[in-house]
């Protein structure tokens, strides 16, 4: 009785489709997986150096306007063209000799006002808000009647910055203590 051998191309055939099939599982379990997280970082770290650059540009605005503002294209505009911007990113400290500049370099190398428009993820814009606060007073004589109603309205006195993709926000609406403050910090 004799056993007939399998061909050897067979064999050849069956080692290519494991190889093929280890490289596939390789790359699927554990290089994909990798890219995956290192692309996770780079966009939340970038995302949240956007944010802290629209902090330092709403600071920059409070402090010449005394309110903050709502729109990103006065915000942008403003940090483009106003001296003062320039003279603070320029600017060195007086007595400790260290530059005044406080906005964070981008990693990708983009223009740094025109990157604080959207994510880089989902390239959704960030989500800008101020607080309005409206105060009536009235004004009533001893027989009841109304003599006159006084209302003012606010603008502008705390901001918030939140990021569209999750990566947190800066600011708050609600409270002055946390008005610079950052979520992830």
């Not at 007086?94 to 006002?113: A, D, H, M, Y």
């Not at 003599?147 to 901001?159: A, F, L």
Request: hydrophobic fraction near 40%; aromatic fraction near 10%.
């Amino acid at each position: 009785m004799s056993i007939k051998s399998e061909p050897w191309y067979l064999h050849a055939g069956l080692y290519a489709v494991i190889l093929v099939l280890i490289y596939v599982l390789i790359r699927v379990a554990i290089l994909e997986p990798q890219e995956v997280v290192e692309n996770e970082k780079y966009y939340k770290a970038e995302s949240r150096a956007r944010m802290l650059n629209i902090r330092e540009g709403e600071k920059l605005w409070f402090n010449k306007y005394n309110r903050f503002t709502d729109s990103m294209d006065s915000l942008v505009n403003f940090l483009k063209t106003d001296p003062s911007v320039q003279k603070a990113i320029t600017g060195t400290d007086s007595i400790t000799g260290r530059p005044t500049n406080t906005f964070v370099s981008l990693k990708n190398g983009e223009e740094l006002w025109d990157s604080l428009f959207k994510s880089p993820k989902s390239g959704m814009a960030f989500i800008l808000e101020v607080d309005t606060s409206k105060s009536a007073d009235t004004v009533i004589d001893r027989r009841g009647n109304v003599i006159k109603v006084d209302s003012s309205t606010v603008i502008g006195k705390r901001y918030v910055v939140r990021c569209p993709d999750g990566y947190g926000a800066v600011g708050d609406l609600y409270s002055d203590a946390m008005r610079y403050t950052a979520s992830w910090e």
